[in-house]
């Protein structure tokens, strides 16, 4: 893992060269240990292929960033998602914590469950819980699984954050509202590493 992230710092500017970093973290509860979590911007499907295209012609890039870390990687997975029409990215204040749930929603789509989830997000948010970074729905892979992108100073002031909420009325009653359309979720609290935008 240590020699997979040295590379990858070391050489990441040979990828953002193509596209936009979003962001590059490493999951430290919650999910796979030895795992990282990244996010690239396209404007549209074209511009991935195209982005696809020149790095596979991009020697150095596969020289020195690709072929390296091959050999260190054990599982990859890939999404597309976008960002859902009420929301747009955010970035945080300061460097922090980032937590990552990702809420598997059932059969039926935003049209089903979009305003209960809405209203349970922005309820969080407007009472000043914690600072909301982006809501990304799933457009390939799993559908109806929708990703929430939360930031906070410390994993500390984030679970202070969590207790008070679950003692406000109006959070409990947004939730109770959304968990009717909800199958499952995973939250996994993310490092952002020194080179990711977001931070």
Request: net charge positive; proline share 5%; with cysteine.
């Amino acid at each position: 893992m240590n020699e997979f992230l040295e590379n990858v710092k070391k050489n990441i500017h040979l990828r953002t060269a193509h596209s936009e970093l979003v962001g590059f973290w490493t999951v430290e509860f919650g999910g796979r240990m030895n795992k990282v979590f990244h996010v690239w911007k396209y404007d549209n499907f074209a511009h991935r292929t195209e982005v696809q295209k020149a790095l596979a012609k991009d020697k150095e890039w596969q020289e020195q960033f690709l072929i390296p870390n091959l050999a260190l990687i054990d599982k990859q997975e890939s999404e597309i998602t976008y960002l859902v029409p009420w929301c747009k990215l955010e970035k945080p204040p300061k460097e922090g914590v980032y937590e990552l749930a990702t809420f598997q929603m059932k059969p039926g789509g935003p049209a089903l469950w979009g305003d209960p989830f809405k209203r349970a997000v922005h309820t969080h948010v407007n009472q000043g819980y914690t600072k909301l970074v982006g809501v990304f729905h799933a457009e390939y892979g799993i559908l109806n699984r929708v990703h929430v992108l939360w930031w906070n100073e410390s994993a500390d002031s984030r679970a202070a954050g969590r207790h008070q909420s679950h003692e406000d009325p109006r959070v409990v009653a947004a939730v109770r509202e959304s968990v009717n359309f909800l199958g499952s979720q995973q939250n996994m609290l993310l490092i952002p590493m020194s080179f990711s935008p977001l931070k």
